[in-house]
Nanobody
């Protein structure tokens, strides 16, 4: 199995931006999730490797944008107008077409937003 690698996290002031990368991705739905300390992992955004269709959690709509570069097998999460509540470890996962759940193989990337 191919291990997804997340990168791009860091420390940023509220209102700032970061761009996360996930590579390589398998064919299917590629999703970004996040987990804050003491909380469960939650869905952030996903994109179809084939159609490019996207969906977002309400908490990030209008601020985050998920996109893909198929030749490079890389999925990006552009995060703008970051808030302290966006602080979490961000993971990317893949849900193969026809499967019911996402699989996670990377270690995640830490995003810390300070006010």
């Amino acid at each position: 199995q191919v291990q997804n690698v997340e990168s791009g996290g860091g420390l940023v002031q509220a209102g700032g931006s970061l761009r996360l990368s996930c590579e390589p991705f398998d064919r299917g739905f590629v999703g970004w999730f996040r987990q804050a300390p003491g909380q469960e992992r939650e869905f952030v955004a996903q994109i179809s490797s084939d159609s490019g269709a996207t969906s977002y959690a309400d908490s990030v709509k209008g601020r985050f944008t998920i996109s893909r570069d198929n030749p490079k097998k890389t999925v990006f999460l552009q995060m703008n107008s970051l808030k302290p509540e966006d602080t979490a470890v961000y993971y990317c996962g893949v849900k193969r077409f026809g499967r019911s759940s996402f699989g996670f193989r990377g270690q995640g990337t830490q995003v810390t937003v300070f006010s």
